[in-house]
């Protein structure tokens, strides 16, 4: 693996019998620097970091044109942490901390969710829900999750490797799919092939590539390799955003804001930027309303 691309990516083959599909990804910079951003640790950023992985997976496979966001929230542990994958590979989190006193993190708990969103064209949102056994077990939950809410027969596994310093080193998963006019069969062969791969962590260092746990993953079968697609951290944020969401408030707070006669300072959530919108763009919001 010592001339693995650098760059965050996910590559796709199919099996030239037709049975499967395989999505691999490596999401390492894209993790670090959400993780960075958002001044997660510990348990929870090793959680954050699957998370982010597993919703990557998930768009690439299952609606690579869409925007999507997993949620995962343990109200009693590690609180909400929130994955944004949106076309082109372009990625973003969110983490929002349990409050101070919840029982430790790791703990499993019975209130513990995660969640899937897609935004579909027609501005509509699919999502579906599941119980996490283990807050701390990203993989089994969205195991979990595709069998229950998408119906879909599906092998994964995402990982997120740390070193000494608490940095993010390495980061990525896989997502093997059972194509509908297979029968069972092949899917138990599957099954029992990849035991070996329920963790990825053996295959995560510095090297690691897509191309890498890809081969690994369908060694001695006989696969075709199709596109790949950029994967990166990058926020969507922009002034014009925000001016059109406060286009949404009342003109009376509007005009208060302007009689305060300073830009109105907001921080990205996301990115960290941060905006100072003048008093003159508030006029202009009070002309559109």
């Excluded at 044109?65 to 990625?91: C, K, W, Y």
């Excluded at 791969?197 to 390799?225: K, N, W």
């Amino acid at each position: 693996m010592s001339n693995a691309d650098p760059f965050d990516h996910s590559v796709r083959a199919m099996t030239d019998d037709g049975a499967f599909r395989v999505i691999t990804v490596r999401t390492t910079q894209t993790v670090k620097g959400i993780l960075e951003a958002q001044s997660a640790t510990g348990t929870a950023a090793r959680v954050f970091g699957d998370l982010l992985t597993a919703t990557v997976l998930f768009r690439e496979t299952m609606s690579p044109n869409l925007r999507v966001q997993g949620i995962f929230r343990d109200r009693d542990g590690l609180g909400t942490l929130v994955a944004d994958s949106a076309p082109e590979g372009h990625t973003r989190g969110l983490c929002q901390p349990a409050k101070k006193g919840s029982p430790q993190s790791g703990a499993p708990h019975s209130n513990t969710l995660l969640q899937m969103m897609r935004t579909l064209a027609s501005g509509h949102v699919n999502q579906g829900v599941v119980k996490m056994e283990d807050p701390t077990d990203v993989t089994r939950g969205m195991m979990a999750y595709m069998k229950e809410s998408e119906q879909v027969d599906t092998m994964l596994a995402v990982g997120t490797q740390f070193n000494d310093a608490g940095e993010v080193c390495a980061a990525g998963g896989y997502m093997v799919q059972l194509l509908p006019e297979v029968g069972r069969g092949p899917l138990a062969i599957m099954a029992e092939r990849l035991e070996d791969f329920r963790s990825i962590d053996h295959l995560l260092d510095a090297q690691f590539s897509p191309e890498h746990l890809r081969d690994e993953l369908l060694y001695g079968m006989p696969f075709t390799a199709l596109d790949q697609s950029p994967v990166s951290f990058s926020c969507w944020c922009s002034e014009n955003r925000l001016l059109g969401a406060l286009a949404t408030l009342d003109s009376n707070e509007i005009q208060s804001m302007i009689d305060e006669g300073q830009p109105i300072e907001i921080n990205c959530d996301y990115c960290l930027r941060q905006y100072a919108i003048s008093p003159a763009r508030l006029h202009g919001l009070l002309r559109q309303n």
